[in-house]
């Protein structure tokens, strides 16, 4: 296929996800044969932290803004056999309207925040998606499966929504022989609705055990943060470094924003990264989280600090070992970012209904 994506960024991770889940996809996507043109808006913040400024296995173009995507880029976006617009994308209602009228070919919106989204939505924020733009786009790819992709064609009339979870690459992310720096660590970009969770399931436990060695990196933490002295920050870790992060851990965290609890059914890449490194993973819960790990044998669940001290001070090692192992076993079976592109392929052959009347996908 000839692919058009128009995303947040590809090449720069700084302060988003958005930028791993697009290098895994396009990569496995171009090995499969397909051709992709990436297409991201040029905005300072990501411009002075391009950590991939030319992605080897597609072709990224810049642009300035909307004015400038629609001179030079409607000719690909009309001959494209598939376009694919990101959430969070600047002007996203305005490039939504502008590519379902454009393309010729089939189009998808990629939810890559799917709970947030719709919670934007139910109070009027269409910031980068209005609910009259849903029924345009042919397929709604969402981060979060589950009831909600049922909400999605249902009350918000998209002819075809599929889940398509994060992934990680298995090239970049296994174990290493190394002795843990660190008893737990946690990686993610600051959110109000996470870091209560954050408090109680790291911070609170570093205070508690002062013998014990803990570690946050992640980018937009308020600056009068009170973090115990045993609790290490990182500003950034750009994903090359993310490997030897988490295998610096003996444990690691997941903790999820306060709308993907609520969805349930949204895993994060960070969640996969951990368990291909083979580092077991404490992590709230969800629902959906036992449908992608087995919990207590390959995922451990932490509602309070005191859960999470238990499993710090009391597991013993061959368990905490094979709780790793048993998590990389599963996500190298069904995670990968191969699957996903495998995923995405399947989802362009299904019919979709537009109208009450089915219509064919994209034909190989």
């Known amino acids: 296929m000839n692919i058009v994506i128009l995303g947040l960024s590809i090449t720069s991770s700084w302060g988003n996800g958005h930028a791993t889940t697009y290098r895994g996809l396009v990569r ?101 998606l209005s609910p009259h733009l849903i029924p345009r786009y042919d397929l ?74 803990f570690v946050v990196a992640g980018p937009q933490y308020p600056a009068d943060i009170a973090w115990p002295k045993n609790v290490r920050r990182i500003e950034h870790l750009a994903p090359r470094e993310h490997r030897a992060f988490y295998n610096a851990q003996r444990f690691a965290l997941n903790v999820t924003r306060a709308e993907m609890i609520r969805a349930g059914w949204s895993p994060s890449v960070r969640l996969f990264e951990a368990a291909a490194c083979g580092v077991p993973i404490i992590s709230d819960w969800w629902d959906g989280l036992d449908s992608l790990f087995e919990p207590e044998r390959e995922i451990l669940i932490a509602e309070t600090s005191s859960d999470v001290m238990r499993y710090l001070r009391k597991l013993d ?10 998590a990389r076993e599963r996500v190298l079976h069904e995670h990968t970012a191969a699957h996903r592109a495998r995923e995405l392929e399947s989802y362009t052959q299904q019919p979709v209904r537009c109208n009450g009347l089915a219509s064919h996908g994209i034909t190989a």
């Open 140 to 213: 709604y790819l969402s981060f979060t499966g589950g009831p909600t992709l049922r909400r999605i064609e249902k009350k918000y009339k998209s002819p075809m929504a599929r889940a398509l979870y994060c992934s990680f690459d298995p090239e970049h992310y296994f174990p290493e022989r190394r002795r843990p720096r660190w008893d737990l660590g946690y990686l993610g970009t600051y959110s109000d609705d996470r870091q209560p969770a954050v408090d109680e399931l790291l911070v609170e436990p570093a205070r508690k055990w002062k013998d014990g060695h």
């Open 28 to 128: 496995e996507l171009a090995a499969r044969g397909h051709d992709v043109l990436f297409l991201e808006r040029d905005v300072p913040w990501y411009a002075a932290n391009r950590d991939l400024p030319e992605p080897p296995y597609c072709t990224t173009r810049l642009y300035r803004g909307l004015a400038q995507l629609k001179h030079r880029y409607a000719r690909h976006v009309r001959d494209a056999d598939l376009v694919i617009v990101g959430s969070y994308v600047p002007e996203g209602v305005a490039v939504g309207e502008w590519v379902t009228e454009t393309a010729e070919g089939m189009t998808a919106f990629y939810d890559i925040d799917t709970p947030v989204t719709l919670a934007k939505l139910a109070r009027g924020d269409f910031e980068y």
């Open 317 to 326: 090692e061959r368990e905490r070992r094979a709780i790793g192992a048993r």
